[in-house]
Structures are given as structure tokens and as C-alpha cells.
């Protein structure tokens, strides 16, 4: 008998495994993965849409325009199921959520962690609240939120009024707030420093990343000292947090009111785990500073044409902080430098369009045209 998987037709014979399957093992997603050093049970239902083993790719010509000579490994994590690294921790909250049998997750976002919220609990057929700030959510985020199904709530505030209400939903007890508060995301999320070790071979020297909530600098340092206390890792990287200027809280040492930035995924004024970062930066002998949206705006633009790698302008904000740090020669020669690009850069079409600096040219459809403009 025949039979026909994705229009391809087979005999119903169990095939022998040709030898180019082997490299193309069945990723399970991070929690299978590293169940060990995750809180779960055999009673834990495990919601995963794959998402992890990212590409960790290397970045010379990046390294070379901003005249560094050190070794850059970006972290791609914009290549996740919902094009964030949020689905790392999002698979643990709502495995666990599921697990405590909510029927509703819940969550304020600048758009990442709407997303990625929602994809999973449509997989685990469970119920999606999310707040926005109004008007303030990249396109490809909102468009997310809604396509998986989400009750979409667009707040007349900034992210800090929405986590406000969504701790305020929490304490009814009636729904679970999926927030990086709550602490499963802190441990899904540190999968990701493990994939980084597991890849490099060992731990970097530097890391750099953006920072918005504070979840994701608390999660690397937790991830890396983990592995670093299992032997997993031969040393603890130095962390390097960049925020935007106009919402750089943590910088600034106080909330910020009313937070500005074209990376609209850290227009955050006051962090949930404003200490987590703290411990990060001072137990890493880190650094944290902000960056400017020009800046920003430019690291956006050398990335992708220096390495083909589009990222959202948050990504980019650790990338102009890299710059900086690297002509004033401070990352020493021959260093192993990592970067986490926590976006991907088609969830803000609008911001990609505007910074191009040119437009499509418009011609006739006629090959003669289409040579003089190219001059040929
Ligand atoms: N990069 C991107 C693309 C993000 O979406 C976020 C946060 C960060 C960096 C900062 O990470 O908050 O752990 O310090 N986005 C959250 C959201 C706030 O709602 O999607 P953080």
C-alpha cells in the first residue's frame, strides 16, 4: 500500500533512515531538553512548540566595521517559534500553568511576550488575556497576538500601567499571570545561556544583551551560573546590559515616568527585576549603560548589512552599546564576545521601512529600464 505524507508518496514500509536524517534529529523543545535543570515532574504536560537550539553564528564582518579584534557570536534568537526569545520561558510557564490546571494566562507586553503568551496557550487550548500600551506595539507583534486567538486589550498607558493591572488580575487568584514575575520564565529562559555554553563549548567572556524588564539579564546569570556549578561551564561571563536612553530606568537609578524609544519592545520605566539585574551586573562585574536611538538605529542598519541579520531595534541596542565599548578599546584582543538578538527584525516592518533610507524604483516593465537603473 501507498501512502502519501506532505504530497510525498512512500510504501507503508518503515523507511531505514537515509544517512543526511542523522544532523536533522527532531529538536523537542527546551524543556525535553534540559529537564534536568528544570522544575518539572512526570506530571508536568509539556506545551512546546520547539522553540530553542538556536543558531549561535559567528560575526566577523560585524567585528571588523566597528574595528574590534575579538571573536562575536550572535545569539539568533529572533529564529524562535514566535520570533522571540520569550518562547523559552513561555513553554515553562504554561506547561506549568496547565500543569496547576488555569484555565487563563495572562500578561502585560511591549508585544514579545503577548506573542509568544498567546501561541502557547492556544496549543495548550487555554484561554489568552493581554494588555498593550496603546499604540506603542511594532505591527508584526500586534498582528500576533491576534492571529493566535488572544483577548487583545489596548491600555491608554505605558507597559509599567499595564503589569500594574495584570499583578492587581493576579491576586483574584482567577487567572495566571505569565509575566517574567512569574518565575518559570526566569527558568525557561535560562535554557538559553546553557545553549550557549553547549554551542560554544564553553562559556563567553562577554555578553551582551538588551535590557527592558530585567528578565532576561536575570535568566543568562542564573543559566550561567548553573552550568557553571555543575561544571557544565569553565567560567562566568562579564554581562553588559544596554538600555534605550529615554527608558533606562536601571541607568538612571530611578523609575522613569514616561519612557521614549524607537525599540519599542524596552520602553519600560520601571523593571519587575530591576534586582535581578542588579545582582546580575554587580555579582558578573557587569556593566550596564543606555544607548541613544540613533545609535541604536545604526546598529540596526550595520547588523543586517554587515551579516544578512535582521533583528527588531531592541536587538540592536546591546549592538550599538558593542560599538561603543569596542572603539574605546575596551573588550581585550582575542575575547569571545556573545550577543543576544532577542527579535527578529520582520516584527517591526514599520521601523525597517522608515530607517532604509531609500525606497523601491519604480520602473516600466521593460528590460531597458530595468538596466539603466542598475547601469548596465
Ligand atoms: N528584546 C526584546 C525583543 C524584547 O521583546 C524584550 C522585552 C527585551 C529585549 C528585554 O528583555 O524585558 O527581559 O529585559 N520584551 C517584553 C515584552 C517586555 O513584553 O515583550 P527583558
Redesign the pocket.
Known sequence: MTTVMNGISSDSQPASPSPDSKALTQWPGVISHYARYLPISEFTPIITLNEGNTPLIRADNFVEACGGEFELWLKYEGLNPTC?F?DRGMTLAVSKARERKAEIVICA??????ASAAAYAAKAKMKCIVLLPHGNIASGKLAQALMYGATTISINGN?DDALRIVRELGETGQVEVVN?VNPFRIEGQKTAAFEICDQLGRAPDFHFL????????TAYWQGYKEYYSVRKADRLPRLFGFQAAGAAPIVEGHPIEKPETVAS??R?GN?ASWQGANAALNESKGHIDKVSDSEILAAYKLIAKTEGIFV?P??AAPLAGLIRIAKAGMIPRGSVVTAIM??HGLKDPDNAIKSAGFEPIIVAPIKEAVMKVIGL
Do not use: D, L, M, W
Not at 507586553?109 to 503577548?114: D, E, L, M, Q, V
Not at 538588551?210 to 539579564?217: D, E, L, R, Y
Open positions: 522571540s520569550k507586553s511591549t508585544g514579545n511576550t503577548s507597559f517574567s538588551p535590557v527592558g524588564n530585567a528578565g532576561n539579564i519592545a524596552i519600560i523593571p527588531e531592541a536587538s532577542t527579535g
